[in-house]
């Protein structure tokens, strides 16, 4: 490992040490993927599905931070697999999915680097990923990409989602994960990060205007679909 991934690596480790990065409740968009194109909570205990056989399914959460999204995959009765750089959250996603019994957490929920993810080819049905490639170098983030694909089933949907802003990277200086990366993206970058091997179904630019400091955030909502080859 180089000098610059442990520090990536400490930076991490330190930001959920102070709890910062602690949520509990899954993101919006990641609900709307699932019920739009995996299944549709109906009921206390029923479900539409959009795909065959979707019960079930393997779920890979790319960077799955205290494990919000897994728990989230449970609800809706899916298979959820996760992984992230910091030990202390997997070691706290661990402890919840366990409390809401999933079996074999250890290998299910797993410390690792995204360019060399310990899972076979082709193994999972569907990927997603919150606020995490945009953590990290491009390169990596490339590197990232193709083990998603290696690890997708053909033809899977793998959902994500980019800041906006730019296409530039710099180190956060601030508290909230100070010394991690921030990497902005425009539809060029998000082009060139895909473009190899998924095809893009969904690219959605929302924009949150806070009138009070006159700031405008944007975020990427992308959904995209693994290639045959």
Known sequence: MSHQDITRQGAWEESYKNKQNFVFY?????????????????????????????????????????????????????????????????????????????????????????????????????????????????????????????????????YCDLIGGGNQEEVVSTFHEKDTIQSYFDEEKIDELFSDRFDIVEKILVDRHDKTDDCTFSRWHIITRRRKA
């Open 26 to 158: 899954p993101n919006e968009e990641m609900v709307r993927f699932i019920s739009k194109y995996i299944r549709k909570r109906t009921g206390f205990s029923s479900f539409e599905d959009h795909l065959p056989n979707a019960a079930g399914m393997k779920l890979l959460d790319v960077g799955c931070g205290i494990g919000r999204h897994l728990v989230m995959a449970q609800d809706f009765e899916l298979d959820p697999h996760g992984f992230d750089l910091s030990a202390e959250a997997i070691r706290t996603a661990r402890e919840w999915l366990r409390s809401r019994g999933l079996q074999n957490a250890e290998e299910k929920i797993v410390q690792s680097d995204a360019r060399a993810l310990p899972w076979r080819d082709t193994y999972f049905d569907v990927a997603v990923s919150h606020g995490v490639l945009d953590s990290m170098p491009f390169d990596i983030a490339k590197s990232a990409i193709s083990e998603v694909q290696r690890t997708l089933k053909p033809e899977s949907l793998f």
